[in-house]
């Protein structure tokens, strides 16, 4: 089955700075993956996706790029604010999206 | 609100007991997913639904949980005989067919 590895756990910027956290996955049928956004006590809530037939997807500060090659896709938030303070998991899934496999999570802290 | 709701969002237990959770989805979403997360860790998928039929369920699903979505729309998951380590957060997430899930805030069990 499908394994999902992100790093790093902990990351910790200033705001202003860039933050860049990456994920690899094992099967190489997986075509979609969602990067979710986690604040404390509620649920993930998607902050944006990449199909396999996409190199780089981007949305304002946010960015996701996948290499299917190498199977491993990063987020890159630029322009980082406290707001963004939060836990950020990754995901693949195939196209049927039965079994989806998240990351462990990144905590991500935004110094003012 | 026309997200996920889930309820209730915080449930205390003793050991031994029965508890069960709702999950309303979004309107007419035919696909309904239940997950499980522990602390430090990110969402594991325990079954999924496509209207009323239940599709597919997780090994980590064992005889003590079931779940049910009998009319094709909300979902409830009841765990009997609850033990210490089935405190987490159970999350559920309704997609429209496409690959996209939107999750609920989710319910926290603390079983003591």
């Known amino acids: 089955g499908e394994n999902v590895e992100q790093h790093p756990s902990t990351l910790s910027v200033q705001e202003g700075d860039s933050a860049v956290i990456k994920c690899t996955y094992s099967?190489?049928?997986?075509?979609?993956f969602p990067w979710y956004k986690q604040e404390l006590g509620k649920g993930p809530q998607l902050i944006i996706d990449i199909r396999s037939n996409v190199g780089e997807k981007k949305d304002q500060r946010i960015a996701v790029t996948l290499n299917k090659t190498a199977k491993h896709f990063s987020l890159h938030i630029t322009e980082t604010q406290p707001e963004d303070s939060a836990v950020y998991f990754c995901?693949?899934?195939?196209?049927?999206?039965?079994?989806?496999?998240f990351g462990a999570g990144t905590r991500l802290t935004v110094k003012p | 609100d026309t997200g996920v709701s889930q309820d209730p969002r915080h449930k205390i237990t003793k050991r031994g007991q029965n508890v069960t959770f709702r999950c309303d989805p979004i309107s007419e979403h035919n696909r309904l997913y239940w997950y499980r997360q522990t602390l430090g860790q990110g969402p594991e998928f325990l079954t999924y639904f496509q209207n009323e039929a239940q599709l597919e369920k997780s090994r980590l699903l064992s005889d003590r949980f079931s779940a049910e979505r009998p009319k094709g729309s909300f979902s409830t998951l009841e765990i009997q005989r609850t033990e210490q380590g089935d405190s987490a957060m159970y999350l559920c997430?309704?997609?429209?067919?496409?690959?996209?899930?939107?999750f609920g805030p989710g319910t926290r069990l603390t079983v003591l």
């Open positions: 995901a693949a899934s195939r196209n049927n999206n039965n079994d989806m496999r």
């Open positions: 099967d190489s049928a997986s075509n979609y």
């Open positions: 997430a309704s997609s429209s067919g496409g690959v996209e899930q939107f």
